[in-house]
């Protein structure tokens, strides 16, 4: 018959050794068994950590950066409505393009001429330079790869598909923020009107809309891309004077994204390496 245990290994308020002992025995039996023999403590946790890290190159298949994917409910209710419209006023970007039919942004490039020195982008000079930056975009590939409408490209720019090569509207010529019927509050930035009259405008914006839709997509995509990586060497090329570019694509937003995302990366890594590493350190003072 087993004795009464010893008032010392009792739980009480006063005592919890009655946890602390049998956790320090674990510990004893375990290191006792280490030390006996250490290696398979060794080599199995490295053939462990070796065998499932392996999955790692399985990674760039599993990447999931998609801008949408990770910041948006998966069944919310805008994804529903977004393909309610999808089935039911359907885009013809290859014959019947209509940027505001689109269920999206779009496939895109943009283009912000900015009037240098407070002046007006229509003024003849600074026009001059803004049909040499259009007539840039418009390469061999952005003709055969545009949105299309009656046979051609669509231009969301009105001034410019309104005017051609023409010289600047003058001023008081064009009502704002509508003239003729047509909508200039998207194109046009910094304007000074006089009874609804364009006197001036800082900045003019220009878009280029892709087809997104059929074989092409993927060749939209990639126009995009070429785009981002040499319209800085293009426009310096042109020596503009009369105006600043920025530019802005479809992409953009995600390509800054993901290049967020590798610039982190590193620091995440030199993170861990420190916390372990004075952990370790820590563990054997």
Not at 123 to 151: F, I, K, M, Q, S
Not at 202 to 223: F, I
Not at 231 to 243: F, G, T
Request: a positive charge; hydrophobic letters at 40%.
């Amino acid at each position: 018959m087993a004795g009464s245990r010893d008032p010392a290994e009792r739980c009480s308020c006063r005592n919890t050794n009655c946890v602390e002992r049998p956790l320090r025995r674990l510990f004893e039996g375990l290191a006792v068994g280490v030390a006996a023999c250490p290696w398979p403590f060794v080599l199995l946790p490295l053939l462990l950590s070796g065998g499932l890290g392996a999955g790692f190159l399985f990674l760039p298949q599993r990447q999931a950066n998609d801008i949408e994917g990770q910041f948006t409910p998966s069944g919310g209710p805008a994804k529903a409505e977004r393909d309610f419209v999808r089935r039911h006023f359907p885009t013809n970007d290859s014959e019947r393009f209509s940027a505001p039919r689109l269920p999206t942004e779009g496939a895109y490039a943009a283009l912000i001429a900015v009037a240098t020195n407070g002046t007006s982008v229509l003024e003849p000079a600074a026009w001059a330079e803004v049909l040499r930056l259009n007539a840039t975009v418009h390469d061999a590939d952005y003709e055969r790869l545009c949105a299309r409408t009656a046979g051609g490209c669509a231009s969301p720019n009105p001034l410019l598909s309104r005017r051609g090569d023409a010289g600047p509207p003058a001023p008081g010529s064009l009502g704002f923020p509508v003239n003729d019927g047509v909508f200039l509050g998207t194109a046009l930035g910094g304007v000074e009107t006089d009874g609804g009259q364009l006197l001036r405008a800082r900045a003019l914006k220009l878009m280029y809309y892709l087809r997104e839709d059929g074989p092409e997509a993927q060749d939209s995509r990639q126009w995009l891309q070429s785009f981002l990586r040499h319209i800085s060497s293009k426009v310096a090329d042109l020596r503009l004077r009369s105006i600043q570019v920025t530019y802005f694509t479809s992409l953009s937003r995600q390509q800054e994204f993901e290049g967020n995302t590798k610039s982190v990366i590193p620091l995440f890594s030199i993170t861990y390496f420190l916390t372990i590493t004075f952990a370790v350190v820590s563990c054997l003072r």
